[in-house]
């Protein structure tokens, strides 16, 4: 049997609750061990009928803050809501739910049922890097922190768990040269060259797996992957760290030992607020702002969020940054290139000009058309028509079927542009020292 916790009100009387609950710990195999009583009981006898339940019950106190108190107190696996209006409505039920999925427990009502998968457990220090929304930079992160870790003389695996990822883990090993045709020929197998795993193996230089997802759902949990034989592929590898990489607003399902959350600095505070964006800030131990400058964001905005966040969550450090073109190896000064990028036409001017002036580029166009193929077609054939020296671009959608196998059959070069995290300088703590001291404090409880 599960110890299941009720949620209880004033409007119905007490002998049809206890048949309620009699039939539902019969149906469900459950074990009452407490509940939590909703509104006043004067409709059905006072204290006395209350009293009367022959169980632990919590009442007189905010809905949410008794739930989280009995669950502490009584360890329920099972929340179970005999509410109903007006003592319950559908936004506290959302509270309730949220507070439920971010503990593991299953919380069921009348015509609703959430629960989720335990989480994988991994047997090396872990961090998780995850989003509350899409295009937030976690690869350029995920890459970022991979770096640190080689400079402190670690050994990180990636796993990445993309829409596009393959059908079994695949496995970039360190140092793999992932070079225009090798893409090629990986599309040519029908497999999605330009998946995670594979920029997070060329942008970082470190082994990466790349495994599937498919579905999200309220706490950002996928519906399917296969994660979990890439951490049993990963088990006989030598590693160190390992870093999970999130996949659209879905979390990695581990239990990691560090988690990192990014959000874009052009979020309404507002929207940090509802119940299952409260509970996923609530569980970071960092807090990313990301495109943190205009057209994004104003200072006044950064100053609002960081309020937000840690009013949700005291603890967690709130770090600012930007993204940065790099060209690992760029074209020669002078070249006349085109780029495709994710990247809104609100910033191209500052990426044409950052092209320009720090590696000598003569930027002729720029496509942010990555993940519309038909757009991106139209974009690649004008460019070629205009005579370019090389392609720039980011290694994502369908870069590598539409861009590069154009490109490789024209015999035009192909430059693969990374996105860097740069932190504000104004801003403390810096996005390297935060990490920083993250990973110091995984890791000490490992030495002890």
């Not at 581990?254 to 409260?278: D, H, M, Q, W």
């Amino acid at each position: 049997m599960r110890r299941a916790l009720f949620i209880i009100d004033g409007e119905h009387y007490m002998p049809v609750i206890c048949q309620a609950i009699d039939a539902i710990e019969e149906r469900e195999n459950l074990e009452a061990v407490a509940a939590v009583f909703l509104g006043s009981a004067e409709k059905i006898g006072g204290a006395e009928a209350v009293a009367s339940l022959d169980l632990p019950v919590l009442r007189d106190k905010e809905t949410l803050q008794m739930v989280c108190e009995a669950i502490e107190r009584f360890n329920p696996e099972v929340v179970v809501d005999l509410s109903d209006a007006p003592a319950m409505d559908e936004h506290l039920r959302m509270e309730v739910a949220a507070e439920c999925l971010a503990r593991g427990l299953t919380y069921i009502g009348a015509d609703f049922r959430f629960f989720v998968e335990r989480p994988i457990i991994v047997r090396r220090p872990a961090l998780s890097v995850f989003s509350l929304t899409k295009r937030a930079g976690k690869t350029a992160l995920c890459t970022y922190i991979a770096t640190l870790l080689e400079e402190a003389g670690e050994t990180p695996i990636i796993f990445t768990m993309s829409r596009g990822g393959p059908p079994e883990p695949t496995v970039v090993k360190a140092g793999t040269k992932l070079a225009p045709d090798a893409l090629v020929a990986i599309a040519d197998k029908g497999l999605h060259a330009a998946a995670d795993h594979y920029e997070n193996a060329l942008f970082s230089g470190v082994t990466a797996i790349g495994s599937r997802r498919a579905g999200g759902g309220f706490s950002g949990r996928p519906f399917f992957t296969n994660l979990h034989a890439a951490v049993k592929l990963a088990s006989k590898m030598k590693a160190t760290w390992y870093l999970f990489e999130g996949s659209g607003t879905d979390a990695p399902p581990v239990e990691p030992s560090g988690k990192i959350v990014l959000i874009s600095a052009s979020t309404e505070p507002a929207a940090l607020l509802t119940p299952f964006n409260r509970v996923r800030v609530r569980v970071a131990d960092i807090a990313v702002l990301v495109h943190a400058e205009p057209p994004h964001t104003t200072t006044a905005r950064l100053q609002e969020l960081k309020k937000c966040l840690q009013s949700i969550n005291p603890k967690v450090v709130v770090c600012a940054c930007v993204l940065r073109p790099f060209l690992p190896e760029p074209p020669k000064e002078g070249s006349r290139v085109a780029v495709t990028t994710t990247m809104p036409e609100a910033v191209h001017d500052r990426l044409r000009s950052e092209l320009q002036n720090r590696y000598g580029l003569n930027v002729v166009g720029v496509s942010s058309a990555l993940a519309n193929r038909s757009l991106l077609s139209t974009d690649v054939r004008r460019f070629i028509k205009q005579g370019i020296d090389a392609f720039v671009t980011e290694l994502k959608s369908a870069s590598v079927e539409v861009v590069i196998r154009s490109a490789v059959s024209r015999k035009i070069p192909v430059h693969f542009l990374q996105n860097r995290p740069v932190s504000l300088p104004e801003w403390e703590p810096s996005l390297r020292s935060a990490l920083q001291q993250l990973v110091k404090r995984v890791k000490e409880p490992k030495r002890r």
